[in-house]
């Protein structure tokens, strides 16, 4: 591959990313490609957002095991 179509691809990939779509019968699918670094950075600003919702889990307390 010529180095500018490298480039090309590696700009697009680190920027809005590569988007296609895939229909199977019934279902469509919406896919992105990205770099593994813009992947990483992107969701370290949601976790790191104001808006990000984080959830906790509960466990039962009188919860038993048994033994046969």
């Known amino acids: ?10 700009a697009t990939l680190e920027g809005k990313g590569l988007k296609f779509h895939l229909k199977t019968g019934n279902a469509k699918w919406e896919c992105t490609v990205l770099d593994r670094a813009t992947h990483e950075r992107r969701k370290a600003e949601r976790t790191d957002s104001s808006s990000s919702v984080s959830t906790t889990a509960t466990t039962s307390s009188n919860s038993s095991t048994k033994s046969h």
């Open 1 to 10: 591959m010529p180095a500018g179509h490298t480039e090309a691809l590696k």
